[in-house]
């Protein structure tokens, strides 16, 4: 009992801590690496996509949060519009998931789970500019077919 009478939950009396439902509890909260500011460019010696530059947050938000929030949440420093994509754990920087809605969010939130019942790290999305500015000279002609066509580069015969 309290001390005003009231019986107190048994899940505050066993763990000295809110109950696990409680709305900032951890299992309410998802976290996830966000990139922005960088560029996804192939490595010299393989080929394969890494992404170079830019910052990189962990980012901590409720469960239920909606797209439009986590998108204020995301780029409330960032100028200009950003589009949000993530990084299925088997999959290359070439095939990145867009994230337009909260039913895609939703999509995202399920493959956090999925990594974390896995062991696996913590998912990896990323912000890009709605309208990059790409410069051919900067990445390159085979970069910038690659990355607007495929991963592979057309034969020349």
């Keep these: 009992m309290s001390t005003d009478g009231a019986p107190i939950p048994t899940d505050i ?3 000295g801590s809110a109950p696990s439902s409680a709305p900032g509890s951890p299992k309410n909260r ?3 690496l966000c ?3 960088g560029k996804i460019l192939p490595r010299p010696a393989d080929g394969h ?3 170079v530059g830019g910052e990189t947050r962990v980012i901590s938000v409720p469960r239920d949060i909606p797209f439009q929030e986590l998108m204020k949440k995301l780029t409330y420093l960032i100028d200009g519009e950003m589009i949000l994509k993530y990084q299925v754990v088997s999959e290359d920087l070439d095939a990145l998931v867009s994230v337009k809605s909260d039913e895609d969010l939703r999509h995202m939130l399920d493959e956090i789970d999925r990594y974390e019942n896995a062991g ?10 709605t309208n990059p500015v790409v410069m051919e000279n900067q990445i390159g002609p085979w970069t910038a077919w690659r990355l607007s066509n495929g991963t592979s580069m057309p034969s020349t015969a």
């Design 13 to 15: 009396i066993s763990t």
């Design 30 to 32: 998802v976290k996830f």
């Design 35 to 37: 990139s922005h500011g």
């Design 120 to 129: 696996a790290p913590k998912l990896r999305a990323f912000l890009f500019p």
């Design 49 to 51: 996509l890494k992404y």
